[in-house]
């Protein structure tokens, strides 16, 4: 698990990166929010420990960018109890300041386990769009049941690469969970549907995602790899997305009104 840090308290950020360190965690500390924006671009964090006290243009730059994230951080914020009501909506938790390493620690542990990072549901209807547009263009089609399984399990593979290192078992189980039905279902069908993808789908498309990483003795990867590899591919393509979206020279820029001007 990774963590990000971001707080102008330094003897913080030791006393907790001390205290998950030894616990498997790596703890990043940053005082500066450009910093903080320029990390989470480039690198994927488990969770986000932000403060208040960063300054509001430097907040406003990292909840800009937490909701551009293809794989966004579980967000820890300390804030002040008046400003509850205004809480983001990309915070996990908000806690108060004052509180204590130790209890900030076991917040972030549990915080961890959460499924989905709340900022992910600002991408959620692209990110549902661009998984269905997927399995159309590989062929798997709308009759199979596991093709729903498979669409719900990238709509969460893909913002929480986290959920990658959980047993295959663990996914099943969520999944069944949500459609009220077994786990074994779940693997039947996804298998099922994957093989049908690789025996009667789209050769284009499968060739285009999958390219060699197939096994040439199977002729088809298992349900894991399929997943691991979907979920890659859709990652890259939402980010190449949401860079676009934010650029200059996009069409969503281009036609947005234009900024005043003085002279």
Known sequence: MRLLIALSDQDMACAIA???????????????GADAVSRLKTEHYSVLLLHQCLSACEGMMIGQTLSRLVCPP????????????????????????????????RLIRILSQKPLPKAAAVQNTQVCISVNAFLDEIGLAQRYKGRQYASWLLQRLIPSPDWERMPLESLYLSCAQQFSTTSAAVERCLRVAVESVFTQGSLAGIERHFGATIDPERGKPTNRAFLLQAAQQLRLALRHSFTDACSPNSSVMHHSPAAPTSV
């Open 18 to 32: 001390q205290t998950l360190v030894c616990k498997d965690w790596d703890v990043e500390w940053t005082n500066d």
């Open 74 to 105: 579980r967000v820890l914020f300390i804030c002040p109890p008046e400003c509850y009501i205004a809480k983001p909506e990309w915070a996990d938790v908000v806690v108060c300041p004052g509180v204590t390493p130790s209890r900030l620690c």
